[in-house]
């Protein structure tokens, strides 16, 4: 069985994020940038499926410029077999992301496509319901743990009641929820032998995909350091909080 995991590299979550002074977007200069966590859980869950002997190759891919091969090399030197970089200088929307993974998993035929649930820049929660609707499979969102046995995938999901367990058959769309696993070190052998590893570079063109602009970022703006608030003892005194304009909570 092959595994497609879709990876994005993001600013690193240890970082205080900077807005740029003319508030048209976060400030990337000099940044530490790193793999979006989601992504990493998902990378360290298909490689634990291939050393359990359910898979046979793992393949990851990112989307971006020519700084996405760091983020690429990280996944391979976690243990995955080859990558995929689909080159592009612009910021793919979640849409158009879909898109161009369901052009790879066209291409490549896996039985299972592994993503984070969100990526922790834009936090849309977009992507991998997009893909199943694309690609037509089954999908299992937020998922909590992973089992495949008989060409099905039993995921357990958190959901807001507790957890729920759901079978799809394969192939199928999992994403990942932060307590599936804890990711590996990465050690020094494995950087070095991850250098010699493939990395296959395609273009929107070869893909036949093209960007799609659904939404227009007008102004990025930092929380505000002082804000007031009002500790209060029910609802009814929410309510006509909220009514007074003149209060502050």
């Known amino acids: 069985m092959k595994i497609l995991v879709a990876v994005k590299r993001v600013i690193d979550y240890t970082v205080q994020v900077r807005v740029k002074?003319?508030?048209?977007?976060?400030?990337?200069?000099?940044?530490?940038?790193?793999?979006?966590?989601?992504?990493?859980?998902?990378?360290?869950?298909?490689?634990?499926?291939?050393?359990?002997?359910?898979?046979?190759?793992?393949?990851?891919?990112?989307?971006?410029?020519?700084?996405?091969?760091?983020?690429?090399?990280?996944?391979?030197?976690?243990?995955?077999?080859?990558?995929?970089?689909?080159?592009?200088?612009?910021?793919?929307?979640?849409?158009?992301?879909?898109?161009?993974?369901?052009?790879?998993?066209?291409?490549?035929?896996?039985?299972?496509?592994?993503?984070?649930?969100?990526?922790?820049?834009?936090?849309n929660n977009q992507t991998g319901q997009?893909?199943?609707?694309?690609?037509?499979?089954?999908?299992?969102?937020?998922?909590?743990?992973?089992?495949?046995?008989?060409?099905?995938?039993?995921?357990?999901?958190?959901?807001?009641?507790?957890?729920e367990t759901i079978s799809l058959k394969l192939p199928a769309v999992i994403t990942t929820d932060l307590r599936l696993n804890e990711p590996r070190y990465l050690s020094l052998p494995n950087i070095m032998k991850a250098k010699k590893k493939p990395i296959e570079k395609l273009t929107l063109e070869e893909l036949s995909v093209k960007h799609e602009s659904r939404f227009q970022t007008l102004k990025v703006e930092s929380p505000a350091k002082d804000r007031e608030f009002k500790q209060v003892e029910s609802v009814k005194e929410l309510i006509d909080i909220l009514r007074n304009k003149e209060q502050v909570i």
Do not use: Y
Not at 27 to 50: G, Q, Y
Not at 134 to 155: C, H, R, S
């Open 130 to 163: 997009m893909l199943a609707g694309l690609l037509n499979w089954g999908q299992g969102t937020f998922a909590f743990k992973l089992e495949i046995k008989d060409d099905k995938a039993i995921v357990t999901r958190e959901i807001d009641g507790g957890l």
């Open 21 to 123: 002074n003319d508030n048209s977007g976060v400030d990337k200069a000099n940044v530490k940038m790193s793999m979006n966590p989601f992504d990493e859980i998902a990378v360290e869950e298909a490689l634990r499926l291939k050393e359990k002997g359910i898979a046979d190759e793992v393949i990851v891919m990112s989307i971006g410029d020519l700084s996405c091969q760091e983020t690429l090399r990280s996944a391979l030197a976690m243990g995955a077999d080859r990558a995929i970089h689909v080159t592009t200088d612009e910021a793919a929307q979640s849409l158009t992301v879909a898109k161009i993974i369901n052009k790879v998993a066209l291409k490549e035929e896996p039985k299972l496509i592994i993503l984070g649930k969100q990526a922790i820049d834009d936090d």
